[in-house]
């Protein structure tokens, strides 16, 4: 009889751990798991502190978290189950599930990459200077194909170079000097890996946050948005400065046309009255015979006629 009291005992703090964690989650919006694997207790107890306002986060043993899953007696959380793995935790909160996993996206720590780890993207070094002393980095360097060059005293990277491919092993030698080149490939945090939104009943998987992936995304489609909104002369808010200055463009030209067109209408008519004023000139200059070469005029239309009159003396 002595050996079953501390075994009821235990039982018996298992059911009460139940029964207060489906008690939260009853009066909670979300219910998230979320992943811990390899998160060290350091930077987890800081992230429980840094978002304790905002979720509680409780671990347990997997078949504490599927007993508090059926303790909530709903057929629409029963599916949750398939989604607790080993170092999985609960979040239960008062947010939306993913307003809740965007918080969690950001807090997260950079950290260096340990051997035997496997690349989660391209991994490069820049080219620059770096704190690097001359000495057995320069072969340690060398021996992952970086081009480097020594500049007042201190090795300097001379191109950008990938070291390790995505999903590759990093050995040794990489995760050495990318510690010295203070580059942390890798992150740490809570991984939200499921939700269940308590009010509406459904569960949401494949969750997927990143902040500021999504608001590069939304500037890449604003711009091509707005691009063509001006390509069709669509009217808004955002388009019309665009129209009103290029119109303002378009009259600035048109005007220096319409200046040009006068001033060559202006010059074409300059040159008409000219023409006009010279020509009476003209005619007024015009020599008139003087009194000898009238009188010679005279006397040759006498002869003619005479020759006219008598035929018989010419």
């Given at each position: 009889m002595e050996t079953k009291k501390p075994k009821r005992k235990a039982h018996e703090k298992k059911r009460k751990v139940v029964r207060q964690l489906a008690k939260k989650i009853k009066n909670a919006k979300t219910l998230m798991i979320v992943g811990i694997k390899n998160l060290p207790s350091k930077q987890f107890q800081e992230i429980k502190k840094t978002i304790r306002e905002h979720a509680l986060i409780k671990i347990a043993k997997k078949n504490i978290l599927i007993r508090v899953i059926k303790e909530l007696k709903k057929e629409s959380i029963l599916p949750l189950e398939k989604q607790i793995k080993e170092n999985c935790a609960f979040a239960i909160s008062n947010l939306e599930g993913f307003e809740l996993a965007g918080i969690f996206s950001k807090n997260k720590t950079r950290i260096f990459a340990k051997a035997g780890q496997l690349a989660p993207e391209d991994?490069?070094?820049?080219?620059?200077?770096?704190?690097?002393?001359?000495?057995?980095?320069?072969?340690?360097?060398?021996?992952?194909?970086?081009?480097?060059?020594?500049?007042?005293?201190?090795?300097?990277?001379?191109?950008?170079?990938?070291?390790?491919?995505?999903?590759?092993?990093?050995?040794?030698?990489?995760?050495?000097?990318?510690?010295?080149?203070?580059?942390?490939?890798?992150?740490?945090?809570?991984?939200?890996?499921?939700?269940?939104?308590?009010?509406?009943?459904?569960?949401?998987?494949?969750?997927?946050?990143?902040?500021g992936e999504a608001v590069e995304d939304l500037k890449g489609a604003s711009m091509k948005a707005l691009g063509l909104a001006q390509k069709i002369v669509y009217y808004c808010k955002e388009t019309i400065g665009y129209f009103l200055g290029k119109a303002n463009a378009e009259g600035d030209v048109l005007n220096k046309l319409q200046s040009k067109e006068e001033v060559k209408a202006e010059e074409k008519k300059e040159v008409k009255e000219e023409g006009t004023i010279e020509k009476p000139k003209e005619e007024a200059t015009e020599e008139k015979p003087t009194e000898s070469q009238e009188q010679s005029i005279t006397d040759t239309d006498k002869t003619e006629t005479n020759k006219l009159n008598n035929p018989e003396e010419s």
């Open positions: 991994i490069s070094v820049e080219a620059g200077p770096t704190n690097l002393m001359p000495g057995p980095a320069i072969s340690e360097l060398g021996a992952l194909g970086i081009q480097i060059a020594v500049e007042e005293g201190k090795i300097s990277i001379k191109q950008p170079k990938v070291i390790i491919k995505k999903g590759c092993e990093i050995n040794e030698g990489a995760a050495s000097i990318l510690q010295k080149l203070d580059i942390k490939p890798f992150t740490i945090g809570l991984k939200s890996v499921a939700f269940y939104d308590v009010q509406t009943e459904k569960i949401y998987l494949n969750i997927k946050i990143d902040t």
